[in-house]
Structure formats: C-alpha cells, structure tokens
C-alpha cells in the first residue's frame, strides 16, 4: 500500500508556538495517515464488543473536538454540532452505511483549517472567550493547544489498534 499521507516531525529546537502548533500538525497527519488507504467498509469497523469505536467514528469525533475547542470556546462562535445530537450524544461515533469517509475527511479538514485560522489571531497567552464548564474560567491558547495534543495522541492510539484490527498494519 502506497502512503500519501506525509508527516512532518516538529523541530526540535523550535520556540514554543512552532512546537505546539508542529506536535499538533503532527498528530493530525498521523490519524489521515491510519485511515489512508481503506474501505468506507473498513473505516466504520468497530473495535471490540461492547466497543463500538471505528477509525471513521474517530475523523467525525476529531472534527467535533476542533470545531469545540478553536470555534465555541476560543473565539465564541456559535456552531452546531456536526455529528451529534441531544438524542445521541455520541452520534459522531455512531456511524452507518451511507457515512463515508470522503465526507468525514472533508468535514474534519474545513474545521482543522478554520481552526488554525481562528489560533493564527491569537497569543499563546490570549485567553478563549468561552469558559470551562468546571471552573467557569476561561482557557488560554496555550492550553487548547496542548489539550488538542493529549486529545489527538490519545485517539491515534485507539487508531493504532483499529488499524491493526482492519488489516494487520503497524507502526507509527
């Protein structure tokens, strides 16, 4: 199978932004790069009982976590949510026959750009307009960035494992 997919390490001797923003781009890069090359089919095959997580459950998820954090929270915009609902409330896992991953992909790729948009007009110390539903207290960029990192690295793991599932492919 021939990788399109290219990923780019961060520099390792980068300021702070250009490591954030690089581990982000990077991560990015490494769940198109698990998806590349497979069926819808494949795509929307889940993990095991009683999991119904997919490598096209997670791209969907991934476009609702960039639309949440870079759109709702950082600069207030008010979006409705893509793949979910009240009544499902997981819905962006929860994928069917007629989701595909040309449209998930897409979706996910308009947010990831409107993301770096919206981070592009802020300081890493710029706090968000939106607020945390715990603290009540707002988020710098610095913070989303980082989140946006553990959230990724955490979801390319799952990605590992699905991959390996689908068709035996390792590896990082």
Request: glycine content about 8%; proline content about 3%; hydrophobic content about 35%.
């Amino acid at each position: 199978m021939t990788k399109t997919t290219q990923r780019t390490m961060p520099a390792q001797n980068a300021d702070e932004r250009a490591m954030l923003e690089g581990w982000l781009e990077y991560h990015r890069q490494t769940l198109a790069a698990k998806c590349e090359g497979l069926s819808d089919a494949q795509l929307r095959t889940t993990a095991v009982a009683p999991s119904g997580l997919s490598l096209l459950g997670l791209v969907r998820h991934m476009a609702e976590v960039e639309r949440h954090w870079f759109r709702r929270i950082l600069v207030g915009e008010t979006c409705d949510p893509i793949y979910y609902d009240e009544a499902d409330p997981d819905g962006d896992f929860h994928t069917g026959e007629q989701d595909t991953y040309a449209e998930a992909h897409g979706t996910w790729q308009e947010e990831v750009e409107q993301a770096r948009k919206n981070a592009a007009r802020h300081a890493l110390d710029d706090l968000s307009v939106g607020k945390g539903r715990s603290t009540g207290e707002p988020f710098n960029l610095r913070w989303i960035y980082t989140h946006m990192i553990e959230e990724y690295a955490r979801h390319n793991g799952h990605a590992d494992l699905l991959r390996e599932r689908i068709d035996g492919t390792t590896g990082d």
